[in-house]
């Protein structure tokens, strides 16, 4: 599975910005699918997934509440809707594929998640 992300972008603060990722292949289906972020000189975090369905779908606590993840399978596609972003949530941002069994312990952990796109830069301006 290859993965492209896109979508990043500067935006002020209270602002949105909507991240999608194009997967290769014809396994996107069997994948679940997750986003990450890495800051500037910090490790890299979850911040949400979305199982092979799109039945269930998981949430970093920073994040709740003001993003929302989802997928198209007949697209191979994965997005990630953030709204009312803040400076914090300025990062690099990298869409992940899976195909191991996950738990809710497992979801957040990024060694888990076997294909990573190239990331994509969001900057939020105060």
């Known amino acids: 599975v290859q993965l492209q992300a896109s979508g990043g972008g500067r935006v002020q603060a209270e602002g949105s910005l909507r991240l999608s990722c194009a997967a290769s292949?014809?396994?996107?289906?069997?994948?679940?699918m997750a986003w990450f972020r890495q800051a500037s000189g910090k490790e890299r975090e979850f911040v949400a997934a979305i199982s092979r369905s799109g039945g269930g779908t998981y949430y970093a606590d920073s994040v709740k509440g003001r993003f929302t993840i989802s997928r198209d399978n007949a697209e191979n596609a994965v997005y990630l809707q953030m709204n009312t972003l803040k400076p914090e949530d300025t990062a690099v941002y990298y869409c992940?594929?899976?195909?191991?069994?996950?738990?809710?312990?497992?979801?957040?952990?990024?060694?888990?998640?076997?294909?990573w796109g190239q990331g994509t830069q969001v900057t939020v301006s105060s």
């Open positions: 992940a594929a899976a195909a191991n069994i996950m738990t809710d312990s497992t979801w957040p952990e990024s060694r888990e998640y076997d294909y």
């Open positions: 292949g014809r396994t996107f289906s069997t994948r679940h």
